[in-house]
């Protein structure tokens, strides 16, 4: 199982990101797929779920309206877009795969919101 997540990286508040993160090894469509999150000094934090075949989503309070979570079941890709960043959503990022008891971790990407 190899997750690639991308898109991550350096950016002013107010602005936007948008993350990758491409699955193999899983039969992918039969996953939730979601983002956690953890920020210096802080706990991990599930910012956001997507199931399927359905695609129903949730967020946490923290990014609702300001976050999009998204996935593309025939390239095997879950997206997260995120708008009107704050320096308060700085963190590592991890895809997470989940199927029953089963859970895969991404290794992570760096989210900085800083001026």
């Known amino acids: 199982v190899q997750f690639v997540e991308s898109g991550g990286g350096l950016v002013q508040p107010g602005g936007s990101l948008r993350l990758s993160c491409v699955a193999s090894?899983?039969?992918?469509?039969?996953?939730?797929m979601n983002w956690y999150r953890q920020g210096p000094g802080k706990g991990l934090e599930l910012a956001a779920t997507?199931?399927?075949?359905?695609?129903?989503?949730n967020y946490a309070d923290s990014v609702k309206g300001r976050f999009t979570i998204s996935r593309d079941n025939a390239k095997n890709t879950v997206f997260l877009q995120m708008d009107s960043l704050k320096p308060e959503d700085t963190a590592v990022y991890y895809c997470?795969?989940?199927?029953?008891?089963?859970?895969?971790w991404g290794q992570g990407t760096q989210v900085t919101v800083s001026s």
């Open positions: 090894g899983i039969t992918f469509s039969v996953y939730t």
């Open positions: 997507i199931s399927s075949p359905s695609g129903s989503t």
């Open positions: 997470v795969a989940n199927f029953g008891k089963t859970n895969y």
